[in-house]
């Protein structure tokens, strides 16, 4: 239970100072975040969600930013219910820019956490990059971010390494950003 709540801390700090140095203003936004029920062999876990305070990072994430995100989804999925050799849970939290310079965004990423690396953002296009923070002293969490125009996305997970969620990410960001209608 600790770690999670070192995760959630370093989501909010990681979520909070990168929206608030790039924020440009914008137009509506062409994406929005859903948070289904399932994503591949990853279910949707509402009871972790609870345990883990999801709602509160949400708001968390709301009011530090100034007003610049809305539409902010969260959402802990876990692989094979759980099970014993499972990859563990992953906290997803992203949510809509009013507008964004991807590059920007992923490059206070990388300042504010030492160690942080870019990587694929994948086919749905913007900047991607994944660190391995420290939670606590006794462990870290693996973090991967993106950001495109208008939308940003955070998955963390403290069983993963840094190589694995960017992988997971590739698959899971088509679920759940979609284009806005």
């Not at 994406?31 to 990072?57: F, S």
């Not at 809305?70 to 499972?86: E, F, I, L, M, T």
Request: hydrophobic share 45%; with cysteine.
């Amino acid at each position: 239970m600790w770690l999670w709540a070192g995760v959630v801390g370093l989501v909010v700090i990681a979520v909070v100072a990168v929206v608030g140095l790039f924020v440009l203003g914008g137009g509506s936004p062409g994406h929005v975040l859903v948070t289904p029920n399932k994503i591949g062999a990853y279910v949707r876990r509402p009871q972790l969600e609870q345990q883990m305070n999801a709602q509160d990072l949400q708001q968390q994430v709301t009011a530090k930013s100034g007003g610049e995100v809305s539409h902010v989804a969260y959402a802990v999925y876990q692989d094979n219910a759980g099970v014993a050799g499972s990859l563990g849970p992953i906290l997803f939290i992203g949510g809509n820019l009013s507008g964004v310079s991807p590059s920007g965004f992923i490059a206070s990423f990388t300042n504010e956490f030492k160690g942080a690396r870019s990587t694929s953002a994948g086919s749905m296009g913007g900047q991607a990059a994944c660190v391995s923070a420290d939670a606590n002293a006794a462990a870290s969490v693996a973090m991967c971010i993106w950001a495109d125009n208008d939308t940003f996305g955070v998955l963390a997970s403290p069983t993963m390494g840094t190589a694995q969620l960017a992988a997971r990410m590739l698959a899971i960001r088509p679920h759940v950003e979609r284009p806005a209608k």
